[in-house]
């Protein structure tokens, strides 16, 4: 087994709900509920699950840009958890995140080479001339040109936009990527392009990377190893093709089953979730899941299912309680 990067055990996420007249505490919203994983150096860690599961929060609780309500996250034998803010500037130069909405996260009113030099001054690396060639370098390694250091945000397509994410994301040499849906706001044919460049540059690099995304077909073209998140909650872990070829919580089965198949002869059968997703300000007792749930057993209902480890596949599932 290759070195451990980044471990993470118990983490939480629970966000206040206030309100009345004196904006008194009236519950809670179940963000991120007890989630345990670890990274190895050099893998593609993929975690997926639909929109409000918490993998975008998580990812927001290993930058420590939220804090973790529990848990800890240990980074390379530190604990980054309570880390002061001194350390932990020191920690954000081998952590990176690179955004969902490439517009957004760049500053409209700076060039693209004041955006690339920031993360160098704020770091202090470099002499003016050193950080100048570096982000031209850099530009070329994202598949741009040193020229385009001049221009501004505006004048770039969505694709190229992103190219610059992740060329502001490698300046300060990073370990760790944190990538939260990287290529959701992307045309098709562009998110091809932009994942063939994270492969690429994670060779060249030696880096690895937390995959974020709600599309299992882009999880599976970069992963190595994949969780499946509902409702706060990591339900299941494994190698991608074991998950893929062998998914065994019945959430996974059903969002594997709604993937398409470029095979207009190939029949295959769609799961179909019923209900609706519930709040995480209430979620049900017990499983998660079990609202939804076709295999439905009355444990299910009232005890959480333990994760089980089924020859180094995680599955949390009464259905596999030994």
């Known amino acids: 087994m290759s070195e451990l990067l980044l471990e993470v055990n118990g983490l939480k996420k629970y966000f206040p709900i206030t309100g009345g007249v004196f904006g008194k505490k009236q519950g809670e919203v179940k963000a991120v509920d007890d989630v345990s994983f670890y990274v190895k150096k050099g893998e593609t860690l993929g975690i997926v699950g639909e929109s409000g599961c918490g993998k975008s929060t998580t990812g927001r609780l290993l930058m420590r840009l939220i804090e973790a309500s529990d848990g800890r996250i240990v980074f390379e034998d530190k604990e980054i958890t309570r880390m002061s803010k001194t350390d932990l500037r020191k ?16 500053n409209p009113r700076h060039s693209i080479e004041q955006i690339l030099e920031e993360p160098l001054i704020v770091h202090g690396i470099g002499t003016k001339e050193e950080r100048k060639k570096q982000v031209k370098e850099m530009l070329e390694v994202v598949g741009l040109s040193s020229y385009h250091a001049k221009r501004y945000p505006h004048q770039f397509s969505g694709g190229q ?18 990538a939260d849906e990287p290529v959701s706001a992307l045309d098709v044919s562009i998110q ?3 994942l063939n ?24 073209h970069i992963s190595d190893r ?33 993937v398409p198949i470029p095979d207009p ?6 799961i179909l979730i019923e209900g609706e997703l519930p709040s995480p300000a209430n979620p049900p007792s017990g499983c998660a899941f079990h609202t939804r749930c076709s295999q439905v057993m009355d444990i299910c209902k009232t005890a959480r299912p333990a994760e089980q480890n089924l020859n180094g596949h995680y599955v949390a599932c009464h259905l596999y309680n030994k």
């Open 91 to 106: 920690i954000r130069r081998d952590i990176q995140m690179v955004f969902q909405d490439p517009y957004a996260s760049l």
């Open 265 to 270: 002869d190939l029949k295959k059968r769609t």
């Open 226 to 258: 994949v969780g499946v998140m509902y409702l706060g909650r990591l339900i299941e872990l494994a190698e991608s093709e074991e998950l893929y070829e062998n998914p065994r919580h019945p959430y996974t089965k059903a969002l594997l089953s709604a």
């Open 197 to 220: 460049l994270m492969k690429d540059i994670q060779e060249e690099f030696q880096l690895t990377y937390i995959f974020i995304a709600h599309d299992l077909g882009v999880v599976r």
């Open 192 to 194: 091809a392009q932009v």
């Open 161 to 178: 936009r992103q190219r610059i994410g992740i060329a502001k994301a490698l300046m300060t040499k990073p370990k760790l990527i944190i």
